[in-house]
């Protein structure tokens, strides 16, 4: 029996995982990043000194016993693109360099964009499309992202992604965090806005900018922003601002229809943890459990261990 750690290090959580090789279960440790009541987020230079103080500790609740560790897995960047780049990842990329040279385990990387979309098909039982020879869809929609990508499943790499789609502002997460901070939420805001909506008939009519496969979502803050100056019930704003969201990916999943047919589709990132938005969209594709939907090291640690022959799909 042998175990993989995977190890992210995002601009929001600091996360690490075991899996087990034997039986594909997962045992995890993370924990978000302070932000400071009122504010959209964290220089990097903080997110690096948080995770170099949270990723000891959560490591020590991860190893409770020895584990005989056959690989290291860790993301080094947002994307799998030239000039992505984010210094909070270097600390997760020292951490996993470090424990692969003092146990004598493989070491791999990839990026945070390919955790997610490794998590969610773990999560939806479907890591068996890595060895499909065809496409899949997946839309990455998080705080720093609303991606929508194409797939393809590679013998050498494993996976090829090409964007296809995608926001050409504001993405998905930004535009709900900083409605919710405005509102008095602590960041990341995705969890209370939702508890906020579901206090909400959702009366107000969504709107979304969408053209083709792209979409604009400033206009959502705008909005939820006017919303509030106008003294409209904070469950009605946070509603509003999560319908528009959803409206938006929705209406890019039916040209995705119209443009790919029968494409299957995954949901991946924070944002598409949420109950609403899954429950309007489950139809068009596959959602993972909200645990693999946010910030999570889960897919690094399945990338690293297909890639080294640790485990088979």
Do not use: W
């Not at 999570?296 to 022959?309: D, H, L, Q, S, W």
Request: aromatic letters at 8%; proline letters at 3%.
């Amino acid at each position: 029996m042998s175990f993989v750690l995977g190890i992210d290090t995002s601009n929001y959580t600091t996360s690490c995982t075991l899996l087990d090789t034997a039986d594909m279960r997962v045992r995890s440790c993370k924990k978000l990043l302070p932000v400071k009541q009122g504010e959209r987020g964290l220089r990097q230079s903080d997110a690096v000194f948080h995770h170099t103080k949270q990723l000891p500790e959560l490591m020590k609740q991860l190893f409770d016993k020895k584990y005989d560790l056959s690989a290291v897995g860790y993301s080094y960047a947002p994307r799998c693109t030239e000039g992505s780049y984010m210094p909070c990842f270097l600390v997760g990329e020292n951490v996993a360099q470090a424990v692969s040279l003092a146990c004598g385990a493989d070491l791999e990387k990839t990026s945070h964009q390919v955790g997610h979309i490794l998590a969610a098909l773990y999560s939806c039982g479907k890591l068996d499309m890595l060895s499909s020879d065809k496409p899949f869809a997946a839309f990455h929609v998080s705080g720093g992202t609303t991606d929508l990508l194409l797939c393809e499943p590679d013998k050498a790499k494993l996976i090829n992604i090409t964007q296809i789609g995608g926001s050409r502002d504001l993405k998905g997460g930004q535009a709900i965090d900083r409605t919710g901070v405005r509102l008095g939420l602590s960041f990341p805001c995705g969890k209370e806005l939702e508890r906020l909506a579901s206090e909400s008939e959702h009366k107000i009519k969504p709107k979304a900018s969408v053209d083709g496969l792209y979409c604009s979502l400033s206009g959502i803050e705008n909005q939820c922003m006017k919303l509030i100056d106008e003294s409209c019930s904070v469950a009605d704003v946070a509603a509003y601002c999560i319908d528009c969201v959803c409206l938006a990916v929705e209406k890019m999943t039916v040209n995705l229809r119209h443009e790919y047919k029968d494409i299957p589709i995954i949901f991946a990132g924070g944002v598409m943890s949420n109950r609403f938005i899954k429950s309007k969209l489950e139809k068009y594709g596959s959602f993972a459990e909200p645990e693999f939907s946010s910030d999570n090291a889960v897919g690094v640690a399945v990338y690293a261990a297909i890639r080294k022959g640790k485990i088979k799909i």
